[in-house]
């Protein structure tokens, strides 16, 4: 449903074939969603991706694990209202004031992000291109984010359209992960000048081990080489993936 212009929903393998990602960063999504990770991706112009990007980390989620949209103000303060009793994704299509479903704004846009704070994973999208562009626009007015909160976002992704050496194409510029007590911090960064991905972290400080990310990254070359594209199928194959190697 967060597909909004039809077609078929691109998977993480289709992103990683048009080279919007590279197997190394979309391994890294995987496991930071492993591990709890609420998502948050940007970009500034409309239909660049944001949504596309959005839907494949949540593709990663653990089996078993509930997505709840956001459709109103309601879900959040009944949630709030109680603790954490089951593994949950509450998802907000959007962070903008148009009158979608699942689009927040306001005092929804704050108390949704109070949910960080009592155990739940949370998911959404937004009209910026930076972490700088996201900080202002959820800390200043008329949203008013804690920026505490903020630092308790473990995935952070930016795509763009881009010029490529094969045209014009989409780009994830930047993925953060969090660190703990020091926030989101840069992890990968697409570069311009030779059209690909460099690690930018250490993955042991955000949490990911060695062992654990080139299972990763195997498990997603292995698809690709496989041509597994289908939204359904590529989920089918992250859940025995969980099974199997006890993620």
Same mark, same amino acid.
């Given at each position: 449903m967060l597909n909004q212009r039809g077609g078929r929903t691109l998977s993480a393998v289709d992103l990683i074939e048009a080279g919007t990602l590279s197997v190394e960063a979309?391994? @890294?999504?995987? #496991?930071?969603? +492993?591990?709890?990770? *609420? =998502? /948050?991706?940007?970009? /500034?112009?409309?239909?660049?991706?944001?949504s596309t990007l959005l839907a494949a980390a949540l #593709? !990663?989620?653990?089996?078993?694990?509930?997505? =709840? $949209?956001v459709s *109103?103000?309601? =879900? =959040?303060?009944?949630?709030?209202?109680?603790?954490?009793?089951? *593994?949950? #994704? @509450?998802?907000?299509h959007e962070i903008g004031q148009g009158? @979608?479903?699942?689009?927040?704004?306001?005092? $929804?846009?704050?108390? @949704? !992000?109070? /949910?960080l704070e009592t155990g739940r994973r949370i998911a959404t999208c937004l009209h910026a291109d930076t972490l700088a562009q996201t900080q202002e626009m959820l800390t200043g007015s008329p949203l008013f984010v804690?920026?505490?909160?903020? +630092?308790?976002?473990?995935?952070i992704g930016y795509i763009r359209m881009a010029e490529t050496p094969s045209g014009v194409g989409r780009?994830?510029?930047?993925?953060?992960?969090?660190?703990?007590?020091?926030?989101?911090?840069?992890?990968?960064?697409?570069r311009e000048s030779d059209d690909t991905f460099e690690m930018t972290g250490d993955l042991e400080t955000f949490g990911v081990s060695t062992r654990q990310f080139s299972l990763a990254a195997a498990f997603l070359a292995d698809l690709v080489d496989a041509g597994v594209r289908l939204f359904e199928d590529v989920r089918k194959r992250v859940v025995a993936f969980y099974k199997s190697e006890g993620f």
């Open positions: 979309t391994a @890294f999504m995987l #496991c930071a969603m +492993s591990q709890g990770a *609420s =998502v /948050l991706t940007g970009a /500034l112009a409309g239909a660049a991706g944001k #593709c !990663f989620l653990p089996p078993g694990e509930r997505i =709840v $949209t *109103s103000h309601t =879900v =959040v303060a009944r949630a709030l209202e109680h603790p954490a009793n089951t *593994s949950e #994704c @509450f998802l907000a009158h @979608f479903y699942g689009y927040i704004w306001g005092r $929804t846009v704050r108390e @949704f !992000f109070g /949910l804690d920026p505490g909160r903020l +630092s308790l976002l473990g995935l780009r994830v510029t930047y993925l953060y992960g969090r660190v703990p007590g020091r926030g989101p911090q840069l992890a990968f960064r697409w």
